[in-house]
């Protein structure tokens, strides 16, 4: 597609309930990034993918959080047992390969734990 | 590891002033640098980046940055700024053998017309 997409856009859901983001990157790009932007702090990285495979998933917080990927494409992002903690935007990012090329970001999946 | 420092968590400015926001990094090695820009309910996007050769690089909508290896810096420039620029700037550094982009907190940038 043209840019790195992203559902939902808002998402609202009851603490102790599990979500799935998901992204749709550049065509063509291989490697994929997760970043979380919470109210007053800066983007914060989640987790790397390099086609299927994540070589850096050091960013998840805990193990509530998991990623994969599949087909080299799309990128699911899955909060399981939601915290209000875990209110943030939640952003996607593609690049054409892991170094020496732009990030590019999605618009983000607002995410409300209430 | 690698870290962003922006000095400037808000600034203000009347239109036609200059700006120039700081960013500071942390890696001992070859880094690529980057600033991006958030408008208001807009997403990420790319302002300019720096990979390698002169460390004076200039980007969109006349902004530019200048890469002092010796201080670890990368401020952001620009010489007016107009009632558009009112954003969020974000400075990144990714260190190579590195593949994430580590993030300052970012710099909200409010002009006044």
């Known amino acids: 597609g043209a840019g790195v997409s992203q559902s939902p856009s808002n998402k609202v859901t009851e603490k102790g309930k599990d979500v799935e983001l998901r992204c749709d990157p550049i065509?063509?790009?291989?490697?994929l990034y997760w970043y979380r932007q919470s109210l007053g702090q800066g983007l914060e990285f989640l987790i790397y993918f390099q086609g299927n495979s994540a070589p850096d998933k050091s960013g998840l917080p805990s193990d509530r959080f998991s990623a994969e990927r599949t087909g080299g494409s799309v990128s699911t992002l899955t909060i399981q047992r939601t915290q209000q903690e875990d209110s943030a935007v939640y952003l996607c990012?593609?690049?054409?390969?892991?170094?020496?090329?732009?990030?590019?970001f999605g618009e983000g999946s607002w995410l409300t734990v209430v | 590891a690698q870290s962003v420092s922006q000095h400037n968590h808000h600034v203000i400015l009347s239109e036609a002033a200059s700006l120039e926001l700081g960013c500071n990094y942390s890696?001992?090695?070859?880094?690529?640098l980057f600033w991006y820009v958030q408008y208001p309910g807009q997403h990420l996007q790319l302002l300019l980046k720096?990979?390698?050769?002169?460390?004076l690089v200039k980007g969109i909508k006349g902004f530019e940055a200048e890469f002092i290896k010796s201080k670890f810096s990368f401020n952001l420039r620009k010489p007016s700024v107009q009632w558009s620029d009112t954003a969020e700037y974000f400075c990144?550094?990714?260190?190579?053998?590195?593949?994430?982009?580590?993030f300052g907190t970012g710099t909200r940038l409010l002009v006044s017309p």
């Open positions: 890696y001992g090695g070859t880094v690529n």
């Open positions: 720096y990979f390698s050769g002169d460390p």
């Open positions: 065509s063509g790009h291989t490697a």
């Open positions: 990144a550094v990714r260190g190579t053998g590195f593949q994430k982009l580590v």
């Open positions: 990012a593609s690049s054409l390969q892991s170094s020496g090329n732009t990030i590019y």
